[in-house]
């Protein structure tokens, strides 16, 4: 087992850490944090000519036909820059999912989201919040008429598409529809977080024989690919910023003095920068070794993406709230990054299944029920 970067990976995270230091400062992420689009369409073009959100995309269609390893090299740089962008929703999980599915609708679709022409968002949440074939209450037919609401969808604001994942006869159906068709409405949903999150509502919108994703009832052999791919994503996003609060814990104990010698010089303050480390780099390889078992189909794979979401959930929150411990006052001022990175670890654990979501999965994988106790 080989976790060590390619060097087509070591040389993307190298550009991308130039491009973001240069073009997305901490002053333009808190300038876009109090922004209520909270996306920069400029950014968004320029990363778009580097060829970023057609990562993932084949290259018969105008991508790069990248692997998920590529995605969380870059990822992780996303993170650790705080960078505000539907990229995951738009560049890995709907990339994911339309790729999975096939077929006309999707083939015209993907050269747009390569090129960051269009911008692809997942709608499948309702009341329960459960990601689960079961939970689904919204009735899709295609051709037919489409009426409910989802709830928790990212970026609807920004999106041009949508895939709406509901319930058919045959089982879980998606549907590919544009924003703009008449009758779908985004209202945005308050967050602690600040991130952009939307409920939108169906009102009696007409759906075509066009418009299905896949197969009647192949719902869930989009959503699979889709949630490990945008579940290991977010891991690499929180490792990303996590590291970034390493980083700025560490030279804040070697600049700030008291008692005449830097904090960094006490042993309470090594060892808690000890820990941050030591939670960093275990949620990375965790991390990675689930995207190595993904990647080479191993039967233990959707374990090993369970088991690194769950604890790096934790891990990097951990990371944060041990960082505002180290920083002191200024970690809790706005002009400081650290509020920005604590958010988007609190968002992204949230997302894709908390860490309850997957110890479940992991206790259903060796052979635990939910209704057993150890």
Known sequence: MDLSFSPAQHLLQHSARAFLQQRCPPERVQELALDPRGFAADLWSEIATLGWPGLLVPTELGGSEGSVGDALALVEELGRACFPSPFIASAVVATTALTAAGGPRARALLPALATGGRICTLAVLEESGRLDPDALAVPVAAPGRLAGRKLFVPDAHVATDVIVVGRSAAGPTALLLPMDREGITAQPLDTM??????ELGFADVEVRPADLLGAPGGGRALLDPAFRAGTLARCAEM????????ELCVEHARVR???GRPIGGYQAVQHAC???????????????EAEWKLTSGRPD???A?????????????????RGH?????IGYCEEHPLHLLH??????????GDSAVHLETIARAIGLSGNQRS
């Open 257 to 259: 003095r008291q008692g």
């Open 325 to 329: 411990q180290i920083m002191g006052a």
């Open 301 to 303: 794979a959707l374990a």
């Open 193 to 198: 977080t600040g991130d952009k999150l939307f």
């Open 239 to 246: 490792v990303g910023a996590a590291q970034r609060i390493l």
């Open 305 to 321: 993406v369970a088991a690194a979401k769950a604890y790096v959930d934790e891990a990097a929150l951990r990371v944060a709230r």
């Open 274 to 288: 000890a820990d941050l480390f030591r939670d960093v780099e275990s949620a990375r390889w965790l991390t990675w």
């Open 343 to 352: 958010k988007r670890i609190l968002a992204a654990s949230l997302d894709a």
